[in-house]
Structures are given as structure tokens and as C-alpha cells.
């Protein structure tokens, strides 16, 4: 089995910053991708963020110059770096991993439980 646990949400005023963390535990064999998406009440799930095991990083458009993501391939561990946040960030966190186990070497998409991220203006 394999966990996801997020940590870092909470409320900011509009302007400030968060910093997420996602750590994964488990049978891990190897992760590929990391990253996060997330959800605002009444809209789909949206890519934020992304990043490889090589480090090659992908954002959405309206992130981009105030999110930045990053890894620690030793630790298992992804975080996010919000900055300039504005009150359309206000969504639900989640993090996800491409993990290989050390039973099942096909990749495998893992969740986080998600973490609230509420931004006020």
C-alpha cells in the first residue's frame, strides 16, 4: 500500500503565501510524476502543478510566476510554494504520485486526502 499525507493548507489573506506538503510512504519501489491538483466547490479538478522524477516542472497558466513546485526525490516528498495568492485559488488541495511499488512495477496514480486552501480578499 501506499500513503499520501498533505500538509499546509489553511487560510492567508489575498497577497499572502502557503506552502503545501505532500509525503509519500509505503512500498515504494520508485515515483515517476508528482504534483497537485485541486477543486473549488461547483468546478472540475484542475491541474496546478507538476513535476518529474528528473525535475521538469509543468503549470497552469494563472499559477505560473507565483507557484512553484519541487521534489525531494530522498524523502519522497513534493511541496508547493504558493505565493501572491488571490481568492480564485480558494479550492481543495490534492496531491497525487505515479508510484511503481515493490510488488507491482506498473504505475500506479496515488491521492492525497486533499487540503483546504481558502484565500480571503
Known amino acids: 500500500q501506499v500513503h499520501l499525507v498533505e500538509s499546509g493548507g489553511g487560510l492567508v489573506q489575498a497577497g499572502g503565501s502557503l506552502r503545501l506538503s505532500c509525503a509519500a510512504s509505503g512500498s515504494i519501489f520508485s515515483i515517476d510524476a508528482m504534483g497537485w491538483y485541486r477543486q473549488a466547490p461547483g468546478k472540475q479538478r484542475e491541474l496546478v502543478a507538476g513535476i518529474t522524477s528528473g525535475g521538469s516542472t509543468n503549470y497552469r497558466d494563472s499559477v505560473k510566476g507565483r507557484f512553484t513546485i519541487v521534489r525531494d526525490n530522498a524523502k519522497n516528498t513534493v511541496y508547493l510554494q504558493m505565493n501572491s495568492l488571490k481568492p480564485e485559488d480558494t479550492a481543495v488541495y490534492y496531491c497525487?504520485?505515479?508510484?511503481?511499488?515493490?510488488?507491482?512495477?506498473?504505475?500506479?496514480?496515488?491521492w492525497g486526502q486533499g487540503t483546504q486552501v481558502t484565500v480571503s480578499s
Open positions: 497525487y504520485a505515479n508510484v511503481q511499488t515493490s510488488y507491482d512495477r506498473r504505475p500506479l496514480a496515488y
